[in-house]
């Protein structure tokens, strides 16, 4: 009984300290945000030195006896997720070796409900990220399933909106800069925009930012 008592507390505080760490990336990249919006009239270049030496340095300046480059990426990473206007910055100064596309507005869909509804008996598809790394992805029993090229993956629960627009939302994931963009419940609203050369358009949005992104969806053969 002691042994079940003291794992359940060791689970408790695992939980409490991961989620304080949360909070605490998610306060740095609200500052973030914030300067970006208040220096939008600044270049590329220069808005990124303001947000090093004001925020990520002094942050990490912080902390001892962690790895460093882990906690940027993840302080980075939300902020990218959380802040359009950092979104934006990010997509102008990384390069993009996939299909990926900022939109400037809500795209609209361009098939009918029938092929939209023959997109979810394909299951089996892969798409490409931003660096040009390949994704393998399974739509199949209400889950979408990423396979990436480390081996692992995440899995997140599928619910159809309409014909051409479904949600995705988080559940778990042993991808290290996965599991650091997304925490459990986090949701990711999805259109079919078209059909074309055998490939699938679509657009993604994290729920409630209304900032949108157009990539490919690849049916595997």
Known sequence: MKSIQTAII????????ISQN???IDSVQMRICESVKLNSNLDDNKLIELINENHISKYLATKNNV???SLLDHVLLR???L???YSALAYRINDNFGDWVLLDHKPTTNIGHALCDEFFKVESFYYLEPNGNKVELEIKDEFWIDRFIDNTYSKLGLKIKS????????I???NSMRNKFSKTGDE???QILDYVNERYYMAVEISGQEQYYKFILYPNK
């Open 22 to 24: 949360i909070n605490e």
């Open 67 to 69: 790895n460093k480059d």
């Open 163 to 170: 014909s051409c627009d479904f949600t995705i939302q988080f």
């Open 188 to 190: 990711y609203n999805y």
């Open 83 to 85: 802040c359009p206007e």
């Open 79 to 81: 902020t990218e997720k």
């Open 172 to 174: 778990e994931s042993n």
């Open 10 to 17: 060791y689970i408790s505080l695992i939980n409490i300290s």
